[in-house]
């Protein structure tokens, strides 16, 4: 199919895109009712941004593209919330280097749980280990 024809928002998986049969080639249906932009969220906050609830704790784990500098995001997690600024100072897809919890260092990239119901900050230095 010619992506040219494609007519959908581009942030949501449809249920249906028309084929070369129909008047409406290459449009796609219902969006949000299939419940994709829900799955389209959770797949790129788990697993591009890397931000991902684990039995162990909150595993944070960035696959992204080379070329941004980094991110920021809030996650509530068990209660307690994280908000977590990502830095790529080395312009790489994956990889963390470093790691700290209210500006002390961790020992790795998984926040073990708190229920506290306390916000934390949380800095994420992405590089070779």
């Not at 470093?98 to 994420?124: A, C, F, H, M, T």
């Amino acid at each position: 199919m010619d992506p040219e024809l494609y007519f959908v928002e581009p942030y949501v998986t449809p249920g249906n895109v028309d084929g070369p049969d129909s008047e409406n080639y290459g449009r796609g249906g219902w969006t949000w009712y299939s419940g994709s932009g829900a799955w389209y969220f959770h797949a790129s906050t788990d697993w591009i941004l890397g931000i991902r609830a684990e039995l162990n704790g909150l595993l944070i784990d960035p696959c992204i593209p080379s070329s941004w500098s980094g991110f920021k995001a809030k996650r509530v997690f068990r209660g307690s919330i994280y908000n977590i600024e990502v830095s790529n100072p080395d312009r790489v897809s994956s990889g963390v280097k470093e790691l700290y919890l209210d500006d002390i260092k961790q020992d790795s990239n998984v926040i073990k749980p708190s229920i506290s119901g306390n916000e934390y900050k949380v800095r994420v230095i992405m590089g070779q280990i």
